[in-house]
């Protein structure tokens, strides 16, 4: 039973590692991306480019919520910030390039600029995102907004796996 | 020794409780079991968990913050050796173990014990015994080692063991 568990965490850790993302599977929860996506679809996220393209998907986790938002990135621009020295750092370069990102729901009428937080018109590319959109399994995500949404589905589920524990008789 | 009641008409019940008995058939025949495959196995498993256990120590510690390379590097590690480590026990298990059920020594003789029902409607049990590098095959029908009420007759176990070892190994 440990083992089952602690397998099932080391292979997300190694997700993570390979995709660089916190989080490589991602449900979605809204349907502000209809009809891309819809409530319950599983993302594959992937974080090892340096730079997203405008018309990508990227997946942020908002600032006041700890939800993430799966949103079309609309607008784009890289800025050459000095590095400060407070930081040591062993390489020469003074300076470094900083992606931006502007970002809307397809099925949104406005861009997400009210989510991104007071004084905050931009997202940093390296900082905030999350991952990248790379593939979706359509639906199978959805038993995990009835588990969190849902507290009946919850103990419907224990039943189930009660019930078939009893007849599992090997 | 301790017994457990078992459903008679449950063919891989029976067998577990038989191969959980081995220890002291053999013990009476002279063995004392090595626990030595059962320890690497535990120790790989205990290392593993322990592994995993790191890893979420370090995602509350760097509060899972991917923008942190030190974090990533300690993680990397971490998820290497899990697998690493779990290869090493598939492989034991795999190649080295191969269904070892029981495994003893007596004197500079060392001796293991595999077991096997064809499928678990079949009530024959299998007994493969390796001696010093010889192979030793018999069957045993679970239904004539138990008693009615599902308990383990050890006595019964004991008598057709020791009657199939003495048939080749007359050295007391």
């Given amino acids: 039973m440990a083992m089952v568990v602690t397998s099932a965490f080391a292979i997300w850790k190694g997700l993570a590692v390979i995709t660089n993302s916190p989080s490589p599977l991602v449900v979605v929860l809204s349907g502000s991306m209809e009809p891309a996506f819809q409530r319950g679809d599983i993302l594959f996220l992937w974080n090892r480019e340096t730079y997203v393209d405008v018309g990508d998907i990227v997946v942020y986790n908002a600032p006041q919520r700890s939800i993430p938002i799966v949103h079309r990135v609309v607008h784009q621009h890289v800025v050459e910030e000095p590095i400060s020295k407070s930081k040591k750092s062993k390489t020469l370069e003074t300076s470094k390039k900083t992606q931006y990102l502007l970002t809307k729901g397809d099925n949104n009428e406005r861009d997400d600029l009210p989510l991104y937080g007071y004084g905050k018109n931009y997202l940093n590319r390296e900082k905030e995102i999350i991952g990248n959109v790379k593939g979706y399994i359509p639906k199978v995500g959805y038993i995990t907004i009835l588990i969190t949404e849902n507290q009946y589905f919850k103990y419907a589920m224990f039943a189930a796996l009660a019930i078939s524990a009893l007849f599992s008789q090997d | 020794m301790s017994f457990n009641k078992v459903s008679i008409h449950s063919v891989p019940?029976?067998?577990?409780?038989?191969?959980?008995?081995?220890?002291?058939?053999?013990?009476?025949?002279?063995?004392?079991?090595?626990?030595?495959?059962?320890?690497?196995?535990?120790?790989?498993?205990?290392?593993?968990?322990?592994?995993?256990?790191?890893?979420?120590?370090?995602?509350?510690?760097?509060?899972?913050?991917?923008?942190?390379?030190?974090?990533?590097?300690?993680?990397?590690?971490?998820?290497?050796?899990?697998f690493i480590v779990q290869f090493v026990l598939y492989c034991f298990t795999k190649f080295v173990e191969k269904g070892v059920k029981y495994h003893g020594?007596?004197?500079?003789?060392?001796?293991?014990?595999?077991?096997?029902?064809?499928?678990?409607?079949?009530?024959?049990?299998?007994?493969?015994?390796?001696?010093d590098g010889n192979t030793h095959k018999t069957t045993i029908p679970l239904n004539e080692l138990f008693f009615d009420d599902g308990f383990l007759s050890i006595?019964?176990?004991?008598?057709?063991?020791?009657?199939?070892?003495?048939?080749?190994?007359?050295?007391?």
């Avoid at chain 2, 081995?22 to 535990?42: A, I, Q, R, W």
């Avoid at chain 2, 007596?106 to 009530?123: A, R, W």
């Avoid at chain 2, 006595?155 to 007391?172: L, M, Q, R, Y």
């Fill in chain 2, 13 to 82: 019940a029976m067998r577990v409780e038989a191969d959980e008995h081995l220890g002291d058939v053999f013990e009476t025949l002279g063995y004392t079991e090595s626990f030595k495959y059962s320890d690497t196995k535990l120790i790989l498993g205990y290392s593993s968990v322990a592994l995993a256990g790191l890893m979420y120590y370090l995602e509350k510690k760097f509060k899972n913050d991917f923008t942190d390379r030190t974090y990533v590097s300690y993680l990397q590690l971490a998820v290497v050796s899990f």
């Fill in chain 2, 105 to 131: 020594t007596k004197k500079n003789k060392s001796i293991s014990v595999f077991t096997s029902t064809k499928s678990k409607f079949d009530p024959n049990y299998n007994i493969t015994l390796k001696l």
């Fill in chain 2, 155 to 172: 006595d019964a176990f004991k008598s057709k063991i020791t009657g199939f070892v003495e048939s080749f190994d007359k050295s007391k």
